[in-house]
């Protein structure tokens, strides 16, 4: 018997010299016990997590249910023999078209769907042609032909998925159009039937097609415009909590939950580079639907996009030097919020009413108002900078760091170091109003291609006060003041 650890353990000796723990029973089954209580455990907060992602995404739900729907439809060409002996044992074609073709959004169903049809429809007809002009020039000189044939538009295919504007649009035809081309003139070579061959796949890719496009747009349809307009039009408006949320939290003097979760929001816009694209691509695609006509710029989108991920870049900038451990003199803070609030709340006012528009899909009037504020309060905040530079400003500390009292005619000396992250947030201030009037010059754009209706044709609200269109800038600057004070 030996103690370790403040416990004891029981050895035994073996034959060879050597000893070994003795482990009791119980000791073994409480570790089988906890670890089928992890196992499970695990598995009870998966589907805890999937049941919270059901309920709060009901549209992935639904789109379950329709890929589900669109192959038990398919599945009847197997199971009813009237059908399946019409399109013999290819109908498994139809079951793969539909798993490999169905996508989230109407638009990209329709991209996949079109892209193997015609990839498929034009691989068969080519292999076709070659197969019968190789079948016509002698047994010697066919397999060379049929290889050569291969080889070339293998090559050259492949060759167009590097083209920008193919790879965009067609890539996926490119990609099918290599399989069926290869499959049919390899496959011609012994298969006597060929063209029967082609015309069973040509139709069970039909078959396929067709189901899945029915389902994705009769059926709870979501549509890649429509999902790409609300994503734009959200992170604008977390775009302008965020700018709010900087500056409550740099002029606050206690922590706050809720402006740290307003400066998150900014992060969305800049990682939505790759769901706009993609959503814009397969917008195009889709037919005309609800506010959107067939045509609609949504090109515009995604330049709009980028000039909300470059102010959001600023943004991320100005949330770091919010954080610095440098203090800033009180005095000066105090001098200057007024300002920075200000030009926030102009800021902040700009992008809702862009925000406001786009959801809206109108010509907003308020807009050439609020960025004329926003300018006005750029000049003012550099009027005080420019004022800054009168200040008295030594490189090290002072010896009176307590500063002198208001009556005291003497200037108050500061540090190089204190002025500096007060000097970049306005600076920031000031480059962010910059970047939010190209995001108004990039909803303009949209605006007159989309040929939103103008705010005129729109039933006034009641009790409306025409004086509230030129008071909106000073209502959030009114309510950041507000949030201030509570803080």
């Known amino acids: 018997m030996v103690k370790e650890s403040g416990g004891l353990e029981w050895r035994i000796n073996v034959s060879d010299g050597t000893s070994k723990v003795l482990v009791s029973e119980s000791t073994s089954q409480s570790r089988v016990c906890r670890g089928l209580t992890r196992f499970f455990s695990k598995i009870s907060d998966f589907f805890r997590k999937a049941w919270s992602m059901g309920v709060n995404e009901p549209k992935k739900t639904m789109h379950c249910v329709k890929v589900g729907m669109a192959l038990t439809l398919v599945s009847l060409f197997y199971y009813m023999r009237p059908l399946y002996e019409g399109v013999g044992g290819n109908a498994m074609w139809a079951v793969m078209t539909v798993v490999v073709v169905f996508e989230y959004t109407v638009g990209a169903t329709l991209s996949k769907c079109v892209n193997r049809a015609i990839g498929t429809f034009l691989a068969g007809a080519l292999g076709v042609g070659v197969h019968w002009i190789a079948s016509r020039s002698g047994e010697k000189f066919e397999p060379i032909i049929l ?18 504007s193919i790879k965009a649009r067609f890539d996926y035809g490119a990609m099918i159009f290599i399989l069926t081309f290869s499959l049919v003139s ?14 069973h796949r040509l139709s069970t890719i039909a078959i396929g097609t067709s189901i899945c496009i ?6 709870y349809p979501v549509w ?15 775009l302008s909590d965020s700018l709010e949320g900087c500056l409550v939290e740099y002029f606050r003097d206690a922590d706050s939950g809720d402006c740290n979760k307003k400066l998150q ?13 993609a959503l814009a691509n397969f917008a195009r695609w889709e037919p ?3 506010s959107f006509n067939f045509g609609h710029p949504w090109k515009e989108y995604i330049k709009v996009g980028a000039s909300i991920r470059s102010c959001a870049y600023c943004i991320e900038t100005l949330n770091g030097s919010i954080s610095s451990d440098t203090k800033v003199p009180d005095f000066l803070k105090k001098h200057f919020r007024k300002f920075c609030i200000r030009l926030s709340a102009n800021s902040s006012a700009v992008l809702k009413e862009l925000a406001t528009s786009i959801g809206t899909m109108t010509r907003s009037s308020k807009v050439e108002f609020l960025v004329g504020e926003m300018r006005s309060s750029v000049q003012e905040l550099q009027n005080v900078l420019e004022s800054l530079s009168k200040q008295p400003i030594q490189s090290t ?4 760091e307590g500063g002198t009292a208001e009556g005291n005619s003497s200037p108050i000396v500061v540090t190089l170091v204190q002025i500096v992250p007060l000097v970049t947030v306005s600076s920031l201030l000031m480059e962010i109003a910059a970047r939010t009037e190209k995001i108004a010059e990039a909803v303009n754009v949209l605006v007159d291609k989309a040929e939103f209706r103008s705010e005129k044709d729109e039933k006034p609200k009641k009790g409306q006060n025409p004086k509230a269109v030129g008071n909106s800038g000073e209502s959030e600057e009114d309510k950041t003041m507000t949030t201030l004070q509570k803080v």
Not at 153 to 159: D, Q
Not at 186 to 199: D, I, P, Q, T, W
Not at 397 to 400: D, G, Q, R
């Open 265 to 277: 929001g900014y992060k969305c816009a800049l990682n939505s580079k790759a769901t706009e694209e």
């Open 214 to 219: 029915l389902t994705s747009m009769l059926i």
């Open 186 to 199: 390899v496959s011609g070579y012994r298969v006597e039937k060929l063209f029967e061959l082609a015309h």
């Open 147 to 164: 290889q050569c044939s291969v080889f070339l538009l293998a090559a050259a295919a492949t060759f167009s998925r590097f083209i920008p």
């Open 397 to 400: 500390a002072p010896k009176n």
């Open 224 to 238: 890649a415009g429509t999902e790409l307009h609300n994503l734009v039009k959200n992170n604008m408006e977390k």
């Open 288 to 290: 005309a639907h609800g």
